[in-house]
């Protein structure tokens, strides 16, 4: 059974460039669409809000691993804690890798979250459950704002 | 749909240990495999195995076959949708925020 997933990306910009959007907080967080109270750190606990239309309520929180320069980027955390009511912090978190490659024309970055069979079995069907209706209202919200422009 | 949602919860639970997920892992080569087999090689008794392969079949994940006096286990590829469902989800996600992630580095 598939445990991990894995996607890579080509970005037409300098390996300092997406280091800086991976790693500074503010800029992760316009992207990743979170705001985040502090720098990343690794060993230490990052806290925010989400800032993705229709999820404002939920709470980010990760704990940074690595951060070896233009190379690699990691974080654990639990993915789509969607329930602010119940506490996630007993649960063995997934680990999220950003690492980047320099390319002829950029960077490959290859993203990989592991570790989903180690998620509770009912917390991965609740979360899959709650996401669903939420995940619709999403792509809505994208179509939104992909159409005006066009 | 929503009936179809009910049924995933014990699916995840019956997944969520480390030997019955090792036997999954072995029957999802297609293969039936009968109580003797799945217990050689593992540290477990053959009541443990058999236990948790109990588990594994009430969540619809195995099913046993009789052949002659001993019964085979079998693997049932539906009830795992759930799972490649959930990690759709969360792939889909991370679609979404690397192509975001794109445009705010090639702006």
Redesign the interface.
């Known amino acids: 059974?598939?445990d991990r997933?894995e996607?890579r990306?080509e970005?037409?910009?300098s390996v300092s460039?997406?280091w800086r959007?991976?790693t500074d907080y503010r800029?992760f967080g316009?992207?990743?669409?979170v705001k985040l109270d502090d720098p990343f750190v690794p060993g230490q606990v990052s806290r925010g809000q989400i800032t993705y239309p229709g999820y404002e309520h939920l709470k980010w929180e990760a704990v940074v691993q690595k951060m070896e320069p233009e190379r690699l980027f990691s974080f654990t955390w639990h993915?789509?804690s969607v329930d602010p009511k119940t506490d996630y912090s007993k649960e063995t978190p997934t680990l999220v890798e950003f690492t980047l490659e320099k390319t002829a024309s950029g960077i490959l970055?290859v993203?990989t979250?592991s570790g989903?069979?180690r998620i509770?079995?009912?917390r991965?069907?609740e979360?899959?459950?709650r996401?669903?209706g939420g995940?619709t209202e999403?792509l809505k919200n994208?179509e939104k704002h992909v159409a005006p422009t066009s | 749909m929503a009936a179809k949602?009910q049924t995933?919860?014990p699916?995840?639970?019956?997944?969520?240990d480390q030997t019955r997920?090792s036997l999954?892992?072995k029957l999802?080569g297609g293969r039936p495999y009968s109580i003797s087999q799945l217990t050689q090689g593992s540290k477990l008794t053959r009541q443990a195995i058999t236990k948790h392969l109990r588990v594994l079949e009430s969540a619809g994940i195995v099913h046993s076959v009789r052949r002659g006096r001993e019964s085979r286990f079998e693997f049932d590829p539906q009830p795992?949708e759930?799972?490649?469902?959930?990690?759709d989800?969360?792939?889909?996600?991370?679609?979404?925020?690397?192509?975001?992630?794109?445009?705010?580095?090639?702006e």
């Open positions: 059974m598939n997933i996607k990306i970005l037409k910009a460039r997406v959007a991976l800029e316009e992207w990743f669409r993915p789509y970055l993203l979250e989903f069979d509770p079995s009912d991965r069907a979360a899959f459950r996401n669903e995940w999403q994208l | 949602r995933r919860a699916v995840f639970a019956a997944l969520g997920l999954v892992a999802c795992m759930g799972i490649k469902e959930y990690l989800f969360v792939s889909e996600q991370w679609d979404q925020a690397l192509s975001r992630l794109k445009s705010f580095v090639e």
